[in-house]
């Protein structure tokens, strides 16, 4: 049974950066994708961004230019670069595997991004 533990989230003012880090307590080397999630009140969890074992990204158009996805399959981790957050970037944030996530999900971080 895979564990993932998410960090890096807190209160940021608008325009300011995070850096989310997941930890998996399983190799991800051998994993196709991993992705980061992200779920605002009130609305369904949605994909932000997804790499794969090779580093090539993709990323949800709210998020792209300003979101930088990495991974360190050494250290069973992936990261999520957050910079120019918007209030609407307000959620908690989730990894796990992509496009077939694994069923248990971690807690989770929470971002809040003031106006």
């Known amino acids: 049974q895979v564990e993932l533990v998410e960090s890096g989230g807190g209160l940021v003012q608008a325009g300011g950066s995070l850096r989310l880090s997941c930890a998996a307590s399983?190799?991800?080397?051998?994993?196709?994708?991993m992705g980061w999630y992200r779920q605002a009140p009130g609305k369904q969890r949605e994909l932000v961004a997804f790499?794969?074992?090779?580093?090539?990204?993709n990323y949800a158009d709210s998020v792209k230019d300003r979101f930088t996805i990495s991974r360190d399959n050494a250290k069973n981790t992936v990261y999520l670069q957050m910079n120019s957050l918007k209030p609407e970037d307000t959620a908690v944030y989730y990894c796990?595997?992509?496009?077939?996530?694994?069923?248990?999900w971690g807690q989770g971080t929470q971002v809040t991004v003031s106006s």
């Open positions: 790499i794969i074992p090779g580093g090539r990204t």
């Open positions: 399983t190799s991800i080397s051998s994993i196709n994708i």
């Open positions: 796990n595997r992509y496009p077939t996530p694994w069923d248990i």
